[in-house]
């Protein structure tokens, strides 16, 4: 068809007959074909460069903070006899038998058996976790108190973290030695979820973070749930198109884009320095989250609540529905799983923000677990934060770990708004 | 008693009263004959008039007494004889006292200055008398307000009506926070910074080029802000854009121009996650990972100066944490263009990709521009990667290799450190902290103007 022209063409710009055979023609086809294919391949390699960086940040995640879940050990024959420790365990609580005996001196007596049995280094093998470990082995069968036995207990951080692999050249010697001994073995740190921070990275864990989490975020969905559902359903289904209406309109969806810092500030200038509420608690914190994720949820109930179509509203009128009736009858059931996808989302990036809450006093060493909303307390993502400025090499296989924890809760509640989304969400 | 206690014994009351009012009416509702006209509202809405009695002006004087009553108790303590003592500086005295609250109220359990410890008890019952007085008046209150709204209800009493306007007046309360949260954040950002441009002249701050602020040193040369701000754009608008305004504008492209519908619906979610990992793991990764890197291959290079936290480290993780930004905005405005255009590219001839160059992206260019400038101001206002892997040193340079630092590193720097309120070195943190939200404001209501004229210009 294109080699022979039906008709002759007419005016004088036609009048040279496309060859498309000709070299010259397909040589330019060659090469825009050629930058077509150059082209795509420029799309695909930016889209697997993009899930690369991805599958690159969470694999040098795992691969150094899946360690961080397994402790190594040392074994240590100790010899109780004679030393003067006894406690009552029928009437004392796990607590008060470890206390009375570290008074009695169970330290002393384990760095005393590490130097009989691995020289004068014996003594750095054990610290903290190992008194602790021991105190609750005797615990849970004080009758060893009578007889020589060997203990199971974990390393200090040097030793651990020699024997994963990256420790200094005298740990790697003497995990050598105890390996070629067959005193070295591995387990599950069970520790490590159900602990607070600490000074020795094998003592410290992330419960104490996970719980000041778990209190900020019900602060942050008490306030910002509520709220921002009635806010979204007074724009959406009442406001009168006025100025005040805009200027609502226009703080939501500024607040929304306002960096995370700044709620910060006005968390210090107003919560603490003004209202003097309790500094570095879940309280304050939840109360700055509240205020980044109200806009959020705001946003998020207005589309579900848009998508809601409007014949079931005249249909609820026509039967007698007042406007109140309409909304908190008929329109929020059937736009709550829309609203509630966006909270989780809203949420999920509550819990990842540490920003806001450095400047609210969250950034403080809290040893032990909040009991209250008034108690100090750190969250997740600032233990992370608070570790990885640590030198010990202990600490950065714990802050590998804790990211690990913090992905995990984070990954499961975007999963959890995206089944609700996909279950719930009805296509009108 | 507690105050979470008192409020939770408010509602209970609440419950009371919503019981009974409900029996009320529907024992209204049964004793007139069923054929006289139906009473207007149904018994839940008389419930919840008198529930709305017995909490509302209860819980009311609640939130004014908590504001009023500490002010009471410092006053109270102040009229007692073992504050006579006190010293008369204004200073030392607030301290004292804002001490001897915190022992009372079992905050600190030992205090810094003797003289505190004397005023412990006078606190502890000023405290617990007036925290009485208010419970014993919200109490009133409430049983009030129970027993007269409990005697206006009557067989037609509109009580939905009411229920219904006190709905309302709670739903645009709601709203309110909105516009609440942005004038706090404003008036306590404009006042703190105007107090700190008392001290150091805003010209000095805005063109100055030193950046050392120094407790209890007021030396306008060293609050010369210029440093922080070439350093957030190095990093923020200039290293991180490059990085993400290709990948994300070629991954857009490809996901809707060339990509299955299957492979799409998998690979859209996952480049998504990129925007869900929290800002501190990548913090962790640029300092950890990226950092040590690229220093040692400026070494290798041998560029001198090169740093372990180089503005460089921060910038290229920032970029990939904004792709998905950047790549959802392309996105929507490429979908955005009339399918129009598309098709008769395509059908003069064009190949996709000549028609993807010469015809989409010039035509969602504003779109896509829109999507830029949202980016850099969120790259901007990022703090807990430059935090974390961009460094301390404000330096005035051009080399990435080399560690800057930003606006948002420095108000972390300045508020986490000695926490005196009244310093110009605090207070500097206010003043860039106005900076910072005026910029990211003016980006983004540029940038929704792009985006909004733009979509009007295809309708």
């Known amino acids: ?428 | 008693m507690s105050g979470l206690a008192i409020v939770l014994m408010l509602f209970g009351l609440g419950l009371i009263a919503w019981l009974s009012g409900r029996a009320r009416a529907a024992q209204l509702e049964r004793v007139t004959p069923a054929a006289a006209v139906r009473p207007h509202s149904r018994p839940q809405y008389h419930g919840w008039y008198v529930a709305l009695w017995t909490i509302l002006p209860a819980l009311a004087f609640l939130s004014v007494w908590s504001a009023l009553s500490p002010g009471l108790a410092v006053q109270a303590v102040l009229a007692d004889p073992a504050a006579a003592s006190l010293p008369d500086n204004e200073f030392v005295r607030s301290a004292i006292i804002g001490e001897a609250r915190q022992l009372a109220t079992g905050q600190i359990a030992q205090g810094f200055n003797p003289q505190s410890a004397a005023l412990v008890e006078p606190f502890r019952t000023a405290i617990s008398r007036y925290s009485t007085i208010g419970v014993v008046i919200a109490l009133i209150l409430a049983f009030a307000g129970a027993a007269w709204s409990f005697t206006r209800l009557k067989r037609d009493f509109r009580a939905r009506t009411r229920v219904e306007r006190v709905v309302m007046l709670l739903l645009l309360a709601a709203s309110l926070v909105a516009i609440l949260t942005t004038f706090g954040i404003v008036f306590s950002l404009l006042f703190e910074s105007i107090r700190f441009f008392d001290r150091v002249p805003v010209t000095d701050f805005l063109f100055g080029t030193h950046w050392s602020p120094v407790s209890g040193n007021e030396d306008p040369d060293l609050f010369g802000a210029i440093p922080l701000f070439w350093g957030t754009i190095l990093i923020g608008a200039v290293i991180a854009m490059i990085v993400a305004i290709p990948l994300g504008l070629m991954t857009a492209i490809y996901l809707t121009q060339y990509a299955p519908a299957r492979v799409r619906s998998w690979l859209k979610p996952t480049i998504e996650v990129l925007a869900g990992v929290p800002t501190v793991v990548y913090g962790f990764f640029a300092a950890l990972t990226v950092g040590p890197a690229l220093r040692s291959l400026a070494d290798a290079l041998g560029i001198a100066g090169a740093s372990s936290d180089s503005a460089l480290a921060a910038g290229l993780v920032m970029g990939i944490m904004i792709i998905p930004l950047v790549s959802s905005m392309a996105d929507d405005s490429i979908a955005a263009v009339p399918s129009a255009m598309r098709d008769g590219s395509l059908a003069l001839g064009a190949t996709p990709s000549e028609t993807i160059r010469k015809v989409l992206i010039p035509a969602a260019l504003p779109g896509v521009m829109g999507g830029v400038l949202l980016a850099v101001s969120r790259a901007v206002g990022e703090t807990m990667i430059v935090v974390m892997a961009a460094g301390q040193s404000a330096n005035l340079t051009g080399n990435p290799f080399s560690s800057v630092t930003t606006v948002t590193v420095q108000i972390v720097k300045l508020m986490t450190g000695d926490q005196e309120f009244e310093s110009a070195k605090t207070l500097a943190a206010f003043a860039l902290g106005l900076v910072l939200f005026i910029v990211t404001l003016m980006l983004n209501i540029v940038a929704l103007r792009i985006v909004k004229r733009f979509r009007e210009s295809y309708e």
């Open chain 1, 1 to 428: 068809m294109n080699n022979a022209p039906a008709s002759p063409p007419v005016g004088a710009a036609a009048s040279v007959e496309s060859r498309w055979a000709s070299p010259e023609m397909r040589a330019r086809i060659r090469r825009r074909y050629g930058a077509e294919r150059r082209f795509k391949a420029v799309g695909l390699i930016a889209v697997l460069m993009s899930v690369g960086f991805l599958a690159f940040l969470l694999g040098t995640m795992a691969w150094s903070g899946l360690s961080g879940f397994s402790q190594t050990r040392v074994a240590l024959p100790v010899d109780f006899r004679g030393s003067g420790l006894s406690i009552d365990a029928s009437s004392m609580t796990k607590a008060e038998a470890m206390a009375a005996l570290n008074q009695q001196g169970l330290g002393d007596l384990l760095q005393l058996s590490a130097t009989s049995a691995y020289g004068a280094q014996g003594e750095s093998y054990f610290g903290t976790a190992a008194k602790e470990s021991a105190a609750a082995a005797i615990y849970d069968d004080p009758s060893m108190l009578q007889r020589q036995v060997e203990l199971v207990l974990p390393a200090t951080s040097p030793i651990d973290v020699a024997a994963k692999g990256e420790g200094d050249a005298a740990s790697e010697a003497a995990v050598a030695r105890l390996e070629a001994a067959d005193k070295l073995s591995s387990g599950l740190d069970t520790t490590f979820l159900s602990s607070a921070d600490a000074t020795d990275p094998t003592v410290a864990g992330i419960w104490g973070a996970l719980k000041g989490s778990l209190l900020t975020m019900l602060v942050t969905l008490a306030l910002a749930f509520p709220v921002g559902v009635l806010a979204a359903v007074y724009l959406e289904e009442y406001a009168p198109k006025n100025r005040l209406t805009d200027i609502i309109e226009v703080s939501i969806n500024n607040l929304a884009a306002v960096p995370s810092i700044i709620f910060g500030l006005l968390a210090l200038a107003l919560f603490i320095n003004a209202f003097g509420l309790c500094q570095g608690s879940p309280l304050v914190g939840g109360l700055t989250l509240a205020l980044m994720t109200m806009p959020v949820i705001v946003i998020a109930g207005r589309n579900a609540i848009k998508a809601v179509p409007p014949s079931i509203r005249d249909a609820a009128l026509g039967v007698g529905a007042s406007r109140v009736q309409v909304v908190f009858h008929h329109v929020l059931p059937l736009a709550l799983p829309g609203i509630l996808t966006g909270t989780i989302i809203g949420m999920a990036r509550a819990l990842g923000e540490t920003a806001p809450l450095l400047l609210v006093g969250m950034r403080a060493f809290v040893g032990g677990t909040p009991d209250g909303l008034c108690s100090s307390a750190t969250v997740l993502p600032m233990q992370i934060f608070l570790w990885s400025d640590e030198v010990d090499r202990g600490f950065v296989e714990n802050t590998s770990t804790a990211i690990i924890v913090l992905l995990i809760v984070l990954l499961s509640m975007n999963a959890a708004a995206i089944i609700l989304r996909n279950r719930f969400e009805k296509r009108w």
